[in-house]
């Protein structure tokens, strides 16, 4: 093998390795934080919960058996091995996108209709989504694993890409069947367009109703939220859907790693860390804190919410999205 190809494979190898450790570790401490802390038990914390999990389980389908190929100087995965790797990225990407969605359309009642968050975001409503998010992408996958690999495989087993990925496979296939997965690619993408127009109509109506409020902290969290969602799927839909005749291996490398690689390593910081509120929730986990927020919430009584009345519970939930410090101030007095 040419020295410069080796050098480029552990610089891909070191490039990976770190933004897989960046991803284990935001994520890591974001699942630790909100299971552990009771007061972190609420809707936006939930769902943050869960696309934690996601994350960690979409890096994790890709990234290891990638570096494990830089660094050992291979490209071999079973068609087993493949399937598998196929059909959970598929499961978990679906189901990250649609959770978006869902923790867009949380703010957007949490600002936007605050009397009415504690009636239309309850415990069970919210189960009932990310169960629907989960079972939408088990759905998808299941449909999109099915149609690829039962088409016939005659153009050799090499793809061009550092994971099983839907384009790479298709171009594998010698049969006018490989039309149907595109299609179903087609629909895919027409299903997420709309998605992503009802995430910026949220998005517009949250900016409307916060301009009058003195606190960027909204602007900080949404503008990234809704910049990390756009560069997905445009990402995204230019990787499945560009012409064969604009096809390269470094452009379908960066395509893949822009979608698939980094929304996992700076989500814990768009959607997380960001938050005041359990950026000290992390820091306790992590060792003693001397930030006076954060005393009350290990050594005080903790907050219940159970006894508060609808408006209370709605006031709480829009002064947890725009100014945590000051709603756990006045829970403390």
Request: hydrophobic content about 50%; aromatic content about 12%.
């Amino acid at each position: 093998m040419p020295r410069d190809t080796r050098q480029l494979q552990l610089l891909h190898f070191g490039l990976f390795l770190g933004i897989y450790l960046a991803a284990l570790l935001g994520n890591g401490l974001i699942l630790t934080a909100i299971a552990c802390n009771h007061h972190l038990h609420t809707p936006m914390y939930f769902f943050l919960l869960n696309l934690s999990l996601l994350d960690l389980g979409c890096i994790s389908t890709t990234v290891p058996k990638a570096m494990a190929n830089f660094l050992w100087d291979t490209r071999i995965i079973s068609f087993f091995g493949c399937t598998m790797q196929f059909f959970m990225f598929v499961v978990l990407v679906t189901a990250e996108f649609y959770l978006l969605i869902i923790m867009a359309y949380d703010r957007y009642i949490a600002i936007c209709k605050p009397l009415h968050y504690g009636t239309i975001m309850d415990s069970r409503t919210c189960f009932n989504m990310v169960a629907a998010v989960w079972g939408s992408g088990f759905l998808n996958a299941l449909l999109h694993t099915s149609n690829t690999f039962s088409l016939p495989f005659c153009k050799g087993n090499a793809l061009d890409q550092f994971f099983c990925e839907i384009p790479q496979i298709l171009k594998l296939s010698c049969s006018d069947a490989y039309l149907r997965e595109v299609g179903l690619l087609l629909i895919s993408a027409c299903l997420a367009s709309g998605c992503f127009v009802f995430l910026v109509v949220s998005y517009v109506q949250i900016f409307r109703a916060v301009l009058s409020i003195p606190s960027m902290q909204a602007f900080s969290t949404c503008l990234p939220h809704l910049a990390v969602v756009s560069l997905f799927l445009s990402t995204a839909f230019f990787a499945y859907l560009k012409p064969p005749s604009m096809s390269s291996s470094s452009l379908n490398l960066l395509l893949a790693v822009l979608y698939s690689v980094v929304p996992p390593a700076v989500n814990p910081l768009i959607y997380s860390l960001r938050n005041k509120e359990l950026k000290d929730a992390v820091l306790n986990k992590i060792g003693p804190s001397t930030n006076p927020w954060v005393m009350p919430l290990v050594t005080g009584r903790q907050l219940d919410l159970t006894p508060l009345t609808t408006n209370r519970w709605a006031s709480m939930a829009l002064q947890t999205v725009l100014h945590p410090k000051e709603t756990i101030h006045s829970q403390e007095r």
